[in-house]
């Protein structure tokens, strides 16, 4: 297993794809950039790596067989490791077997074994690209959303009888499991995935398909002003916001932005102001689940609502509502407006919490 395992970074090292420069993942070429906090968690994790001299290339094309090495790193990499070993062949072609023997070629042209010499090397569509994470999440056994979940989905996206007939339902559920978006309203189901986009695919596929398994425990974890993790302490922080976001300041997607290195995700408006909010309280503690789940919301959670066009933060939990603070509302800090549980389950809402799990 060693000698396999060794092969396997030699190779990833020529190739420029796997293995992290650094714990940081940090590129000169990505700084400030929309990308930046999904390259380093990808490169953190090893996942991807630069192109040489400190570079990651976040524009440069990604083609089948560079997405199929990246795929491998998330739950195949002993697979991948004792198929490099052997391999006599092309440098792809240890990591093409590996995603055919989990079907994560089904409905791409590289179903076809005959098309790997001339297609391997091409640059991913963003329809395969859905189609590939869609393949990952159903060989990894994982829950999809229902018809009725992916229901908001279809109206979302305004190209949807543009995309392939064998890949509109992997672009579906993808989009409705929140694992990528789309662009500028229409998904563009053609234009091919660069690296920048592989990074934050990664970094959405790696959540779903781990579930949280492999993030290190939260040994003695703390909120931000070092207090126990409860529900009492986290709204005082949060109220204690209140005096420096008062009612009524202004708060647009045009003025305001904000990164969370500790979600690795960045947000304007509503969203910049919730991941603000949430760092105030958890400061880097990790994103440790996404769900739906009502009656699982506590303070502090962030809430997607209004079917995915609005975030808010849980100020209280009460027995079938909740009370949030929100950026955006009026273009506008806006406290203590409560919401029902009729109406966040009627508009889809998803949470994303903090709390050690």
């Known amino acids: 297993m060693k000698k ?81 070993a052997g391999n006599t062949g092309a440098w792809w072609l240890p990591y093409c077997v590996v995603a055919d023997n989990h079907g994560l070629w089904d409905s791409t042209v590289m179903a076809d074994r005959q098309a790997w010499d001339s297609q391997s090397g091409q640059p991913v569509p963003r329809q395969s690209m859905a189609q590939m994470m869609y393949n990952y999440l159903q060989a990894e056994k994982k ?17 949807l009888d543009a995309i392939t007939g064998r890949n509109r339902d992997a672009v579906l559920t993808c989009y409705s499991m929140k ?41 003695g974890a703390r ?22 976001y008062p009612e009524g300041m202004p708060w647009t997607n045009e003025s ?6 500790a979600l690795y995700i960045n947000g304007k408006g509503c969203s910049a102001f919730a991941f603000l909010c949430s760092d105030k309280v958890f400061g880097d503690l990790p994103l440790t689940a996404v769900h739906s789940d009502f009656d699982k919301l506590r303070a502090g959670d962030i809430l997607r609502v209004q079917n995915d066009t609005h975030t808010v933060v849980v ?11 929100e950026g955006n509302f009026d273009a506008a800090i806006h406290w203590d407006r ?17 709390y050690p799990f």
Do not use: H
């Open 143 to 159: 829950q999809l959303p229902s018809e009725v979940d992916k229901a908001w989905a279809r109206m979302e996206i305004s190209d």
């Open 4 to 84: 396999a395992i060794s092969a396997l970074l030699a190779l990833a090292l020529c190739l420029g794809l796997c293995i992290p420069v650094s714990a940081a993942g940090t590129f000169t070429d990505v700084e400030g950039g929309w990308a930046a906090p999904y390259i380093e968690r990808a490169a953190s994790l090893g996942l991807v790596r630069g192109v040489g001299e400190g570079r990651y290339a976040p524009e440069k094309e990604v083609s089948y067989c560079e997405y199929a090495v990246m795929l491998c790193g998330i739950r195949y990499q002993d697979e991948a490791a004792q198929a490099a």
């Open 315 to 325: 100020l209280e939990k009460r027995a079938d509502s909740v009370i949030v603070t």
């Open 179 to 219: 694992l990528l978006s789309g662009t500028g309203g229409g998904f563009d189901p053609f234009a091919t995935m660069n690296r920048a986009q592989a990074a934050a695919t990664l970094c959405s596929l790696y959540d779903a398909v781990t579930d949280g398994a492999d993030r290190p425990a939260q040994t």
């Open 223 to 244: 909120l931000a002003n070092g207090k126990e993790i409860t529900q009492d302490n986290v709204r005082e922080i949060l109220n204690g916001l209140r005096s420096t």
């Open 256 to 261: 305001n932005e904000y990164t969370s290195k």
């Open 338 to 354: 409560e919401i029902t549980r009729r109406e966040l389950e009627e508009e889809n809402f998803y949470a994303r919490t903090r």
